[in-house]
């Protein structure tokens, strides 16, 4: 299908996401049975529940609040109240960076938490994620669109965001639609336009993918700050079984944005390069997370990316995890950037 409207590609997507249903003016398109007989045989098991009422930033924050409140009952009597509540949005609304909100999402041996008084004068630490709970457990998938943004700088206009990825009510990957005719590549100049706008902040502090869609281009890229947006560092994905290139938007939504792959490229394919003076977040390339290496390389890499200001503790987990190849690309990524 040629898709010469925005709003109508952006609600195809959102539709395949919520629902795992491929558009039915999708199904008889030429050229694409191979994609849908893929994609039927493969199934969806989880999707990304649409908030179709949520289209202001007072809406998400609620959203959040709700999720945050669900999740940590056992230390809570109740609803947050307006004061402590306050408190969760200054700590969130204080990460300036996208490394530092990669650092907050990771938490502490893989738990965020926020750490706030209640009225009653308890202190407690109250759960944002828990990366164990990935694809898993009472983790909350959401999807929202069109999200009002209002001018963040004097003089600039007011904002609405295309698609955006919620993990445990926490904008986590933001997707700008293009339609056909214009190149994926003008929906990351939009992004960046954003980023220097300071747009993704507050609630969108938290932000660590970008992902730019045309129906026949898909790149995605990490977040970063307005001076080190590069759009050298924007992948397309490629397929497991011959790396070649994904360009059709069903078979990207299906790979990069299902449930638990969106998940894992946004905590375990994230790197926090913690270089002095340049810190920032780092996203693998598809073929980079299939490379497997020996223990002796694997401990050369490991204290040659310590040297590059690595958490120890991410480096620890990604061997746990059996992720070695993420050490190597890593330390690929730095030294090329650097």
């Known amino acids: 299908m040629i898709y010469d409207k925005e709003d109508v590609f952006e609600n195809s997507l959102i539709e395949y996401l919520s629902t795992g249903k491929v558009p039915q003016y999708e199904i008889n398109e030429p050229g694409q049975n191979y994609v ?37 009952q056992d230390k809570l009597d109740g609803p947050l109240s307006e004061n402590e509540f306050a408190q969760v949005k200054k700590e969130i609304s204080a990460l300036k960076t996208p490394y530092q909100a990669g650092q907050f999402l990771y938490g502490v041996n893989g738990i965020s938490q926020i750490e706030i008084d209640l009225d009653d004068g ?51 990957i933001q997707i700008e639609e293009k339609k056909d005719g214009i190149s994926a590549n003008e929906a990351l100049n939009q992004m960046h336009q954003y980023i220097e706008e300071g747009q993704y902040s507050d609630i969108f502090s938290t932000v660590q993918i970008l992902v730019a869609m045309s129906p026949h281009e898909c790149l995605y890229m990490a977040n970063t700050t307005a001076d080190k947006f590069n759009k050298d560092f924007a992948f397309h994905w490629q397929r497991k079984k011959d790396n070649t290139q994904v ?49 002796g390389t694997l401990n050369m890499v490991k204290t040659e990316l310590v040297m590059y200001g690595i958490q120890l503790v991410q480096v620890r987990q990604l061997l746990v995890s059996r992720q070695p190849g993420l050490l190597v690309a890593c330390l690929t990524l730095i030294k090329l950037s650097s």
């Open 247 to 295: 360009n059709n938007w069903l078979e990207f939504a299906d790979t990069v944005l299902s449930i638990p792959m969106a998940h894992q490229m946004a905590t375990s394919y994230m790197i926090l390069d913690g270089t002095p003076n340049n810190q920032m977040l780092k996203v693998m390339r598809h073929k980079q997370l299939l490379k497997s290496l020996s223990t």
């Open 36 to 72: 849908i007989d893929s994609l039927r045989k493969q199934g969806r098991k989880q999707i990304w529940q649409y908030l179709s009422d949520v289209k202001t930033t007072p809406a998400l924050w609620q959203n959040f609040k709700k999720i945050l409140e669900q999740h940590n």
């Open 122 to 172: 308890r202190h407690v630490f109250l759960k944002v994620f828990d990366q164990k709970q990935v694809g898993a457990g009472d983790t909350v998938y959401q999807v929202v669109n069109q999200i009002q943004r209002p001018a963040v700088i004097h003089g600039k206009q007011e904002r609405r965001f295309d698609t955006t990825l919620l993990i445990n009510g926490l904008p986590i």
